[in-house]
Structure formats: structure tokens, C-alpha cells
């Protein structure tokens, strides 16, 4: 078994570099963009914040699979809950890059015309706690997502809520190399952005958050 | 020296746009990969190294996120190939998807079978590759079938 925690890390690593970044990379990259600018130690805490909470949920989901011994079913209640979670990454990703690239004149105008979702987005955003990203990174674990999802299949291949636990722990890890370090470059290229160069990555964010909006979407409508 | 700012300026927008898009930065210009099985509607044929695999994927159409049966034929001329390891390797041609191998058994007269899950790439892309590796002493033939799930 030991021997698939070892492949799984490696699928992780792997794949963290050929797939996450392409795939949830901007994501991560927007949470370095946003808010002042901070010194490379505190990006670099933030991001790990942010991918502990995201592993966290993969093992809890890698448990569960391994109890249910059925990647089918469990993936299968699942995706409700994770083509919202997209939805609700993009409405984020949209809150951010409005605010990055100065087009609501800072979060106060998502406030006042947003009581609601986006209201609520400002509150995680704007805490000025870098351990919002633990949380944030919870939810973001259950983004829909198919390098997880193969290794789901091998967490309810093993038919122990441990074992299922300790794959896509070791799976988890192996992802966060690539996504903290884009994360925290993508930090540092956005503390060196001035006027319209940080207006042009908020449009960026914008549309990839977007981008997840209309996916999300699709992916209910395929359901 | 503005000028010098600009250009650095411009570098950064660029490094930021490959930073933050590189899937899309680097796919545009790369060779279009298409179907050439339609698994959704009859079963495919393809023959390797004279080693001939027919591959039927049920139940159809083949969605993905489904418990899905993979059922193997190989024959070599006119002989069927009963002693064969053989396993299907789940890939996707565009998108790094983690290995998902559906191991097979062997149930009569060189029909193999085994069950397994295409999974859902949420970038809506939904062309597949299955490759039929069958191993017979120390060699492997590799049969590939490229597909699209619905």
C-alpha cells in the first residue's frame, strides 16, 4: 500500500505541473494578486494555508470513498455540491478581478450593491486574517476536478475510510509544490504591478472567474 | 528610461497572461487530435503488431461519471489470444488526468472484461484515448482508441 502512497504523491506532483496549474492555477494565483502588498513570507504562509484546507478536504473525501468502496456513488452526490462550489469560485475570482483591476473603486461598491453572495465573498476576501485561506481552502477542495477525481477511484479502490484518507493525503501534498509556487510567483508579479498592467490582471481574473461561472453552469446542465 | 519601464512594464503584463493562462497561452497552433472510434455506437476494431483488438465499452451511449464495462476481443489471424495480460489505459490526448488503468479478466475464448469509470474533465473537453495493452511474455502490444464520451 505504501507503494501507492508513493504513486499517488507522484500523480499529484505530476499532475500539479500539467494539470492544477492550468486548471485552478489562476485561482490561486488570484488570491495572491488581491490585497496589499505583502512580503514574500506572508504570500508564501497564505498559499499554504490555503492548499493545507484544500488537502484536508481531499483526504476527508479520500475517506469517505474508501468506506463507500464506490467512487460511482459517492462522485455522484458529490457533484451537486462541487458545480456549485465552481460557480461560487468564479462569483470570487469576478469580486476579485473587479477589485485588482480598480473598476469598483474597492470593495465597498461590491457591499453596497451586493448584500448577498458577492457581499459575502468581500467578507472572506477582505479579512484581514491570512488564516481566511484555511477555510477557503476547505471549500476550494471541492471544486469539480478530474486529475481528483482518478485518484478518488483509487481511494474507494482501497475499501478503508485510512487508506482512502492516506492516498489523496499523499495526493494532495503532491499538488501543492506546483500550485503554492505559481500562487506565490503570481504574488510577486502582482506586488511589482502598477496602474494598467494591475488593471489588465484584474480583467484576467475577471474572465477566468468568469470562465467558471458559465462552467459550473454547463457542467448542472449536463447533470 | 520611461521607455526602459514600459518595456518592463510589458514583459511583466506578458509573464502575467502565460502565468495565469498557460493551458490556453500554448494550446493555440497545436495539431487538432480527432475521434476515431464512435465507442457510442458499435463496438471497434484495431489491429497492432498483428495482434487484432475489438473493444466494446457498455452500457451506450458511453457517458462518463458512469460505472461503465470494458469488454476486450483479441485474436491474432484467425487464432483467439486466451493467454494474455490485458488492461485498458484511460487517458485524455489533452489534459494530464491521473492513470486509470480497468484491469481485465479473461472470461472465454480471448474476451476479456472488466469494469471502470471515464471521469469528468471540467474543462468540458471529452475526447478519450483508451489504450488496450495486452502483455504476453516479455513483450507488450499496445492497441489505442480515440473516442469521445457524451
Same mark, same amino acid.
Given at each position: 500500500m505504501e507503494t501507492g502512497y508513493v504513486f499517488a504523491f507522484t500523480t499529484g506532483l505530476a499532475g500539479g505541473f500539467g494539470h492544477c496549474i492550468g486548471m485552478c492555477g489562476p485561482l490561486a494565483a488570484s488570491f495572491s494578486v488581491q490585497g496589499k502588498r505583502s512580503p514574500p513570507s506572508v504570500v508564501i504562509g497564505r498559499q499554504l494555508l490555503y492548499h493545507a484546507g484544500r488537502v484536508t478536504t481531499y483526504a476527508l473525501i479520500g475517506a469517505v470513498m474508501g468506506y463507500a468502496g464506490s467512487f460511482v456513488n459517492v462522485a455522484g452526490s458529490l457533484m451537486g455540491v462541487q458545480n456549485s462550489v465552481m460557480i461560487l469560485a468564479g462569483v470570487l475570482m469576478v469580486a476579485m478581478g473587479l477589485g485588482i483591476a480598480g473598476l469598483i473603486g474597492g470593495t465597498a461598491w461590491i457591499e453596497r450593491h451586493n448584500a448577498g453572495v458577492l457581499g459575502a465573498a468581500r467578507r472572506v476576501i477582505a479579512h484581514p486574517s491570512g488564516l481566511r485561506n484555511f477555510p477557503l481552502g476547505l471549500l476550494m477542495g471541492l471544486l469539480p476536478c478530474g486529475l481528483s477525481y482518478t485518484s478518488f477511484i483509487a481511494a474507494a479502490g482501497t475499501g478503508s475510510p485510512v487508506s482512502g484518507m492516506m492516498l489523496m493525503l499523499a495526493f494532495g501534498c503532491g499538488t501543492v509544490p506546483a500550485l503554492a509556487a505559481?500562487?506565490?510567483?503570481?504574488?510577486?508579479?502582482?506586488?511589482?504591478?502598477?496602474?494598467?498592467?494591475q488593471q489588465a490582471g484584474g480583467l484576467l481574473v475577471l474572465a477566468m472567474g468568469l470562465y467558471y461561472i458559465v462552467k459550473g453552469i454547463r457542467l448542472y446542465a449536463e447533470m | 528610461m520611461a521607455r526602459s519601464s514600459r518595456t518592463a512594464d510589458s514583459f511583466t503584463a506578458l509573464a502575467l497572461v502565460l502565468f495565469l493562462f498557460p493551458p490556453y497561452a500554448l494550446a493555440a497552433g497545436k495539431p487538432v487530435i480527432k475521434a476515431d472510434c464512435q465507442i457510442s455506437e458499435h463496438p471497434c476494431t484495431k489491429t497492432t503488431d498483428g495482434l487484432t483488438a475489438t473493444l466494446e465499452i457498455t452500457p451506450r451511449p458511453v457517458r462518463d461519471m458512469r460505472e461503465l464495462v470494458f469488454t476486450v476481443f483479441l485474436s491474432q489471424g484467425s487464432k483467439a489470444v486466451t493467454d494474455a495480460k490485458? +488492461?485498458?489505459?484511460?487517458?485524455?490526448?489533452?489534459?494530464?488526468?491521473?492513470?486509470?488503468?480497468?484491469?481485465? +479478466?479473461?472470461k472465454m475464448q480471448g474476451i476479456y472484461a472488466g469494469k471502470g469509470v471515464i471521469v469528468r474533465c471540467p474543462s468540458g473537453k471529452k475526447l478519450w484515448r483508451a489504450e488496450v495493452r495486452a502483455h504476453r511474455g516479455k513483450k507488450t502490444i499496445v492497441v489505442p482508441f480515440l473516442f469521445e464520451v457524451r
Open positions: 505559481f500562487g506565490a510567483a503570481a504574488g510577486y508579479v502582482g506586488s511589482r504591478l502598477r496602474g494598467r498592467v | 490485458v +488492461a485498458v489505459d484511460l487517458t485524455m490526448p489533452d489534459m494530464i488526468m491521473g492513470q486509470n488503468l480497468v484491469r481485465m +479478466a479473461h
